[in-house]
């Protein structure tokens, strides 16, 4: 079993930039796909960007060339890199573990964080 625990979240204007990690503990080995999900008051969560252990990355079309997402397996952290934030970026922002990258996120996901909040304003 895996746990995951989000940090980095707050609030910005636009066109600021902020860090989300998110630390996993538990069966790390388990690990193959990592990804960040947002969820919105009212809509739907969705999935941002996803990156697999063992080489790729993917992005939402909302986020390409804004936010990067990177992993530190050593440490067992994931990282999103938010840049150029705008107000539709505002949501929960939560870190889950898949098996497979998709896009905009993983795939076959077994385990989720509590999630933290971005607010951006105009």
């Known amino acids: 079993q895996v746990q995951l625990a989000e940090s980095g979240g707050g609030s910005v204007q636009t066109g600021g930039s902020l860090r989300l990690s998110c630390v996993a503990s538990g069966y790390t080995a388990s690990l193959y796909c990592m990804g960040w999900f947002r969820q919105a008051p009212g809509k739907e969560r969705e999935g941002v960007a996803g990156?697999?252990?063992?080489?790729?990355?993917s992005y939402a079309e909302s986020v390409k060339g804004r936010f990067t997402i990177s992993r530190d397996n050593a440490k067992n952290t994931l990282y999103l890199q938010m840049n150029s934030l705008k107000p539709e970026d505002s949501a929960k922002y939560y870190c889950?573990?898949?098996?497979?990258?998709?896009?905009?996120?993983?795939?076959?996901?077994?385990?989720w964080g509590q999630g933290t909040l971005v607010t951006v304003s105009s």
């Open positions: 990156i697999h252990k063992f080489g790729g990355t």
């Open positions: 889950a573990a898949g098996l497979r990258l998709t896009a905009g996120g993983c795939g076959a996901l077994n385990a």
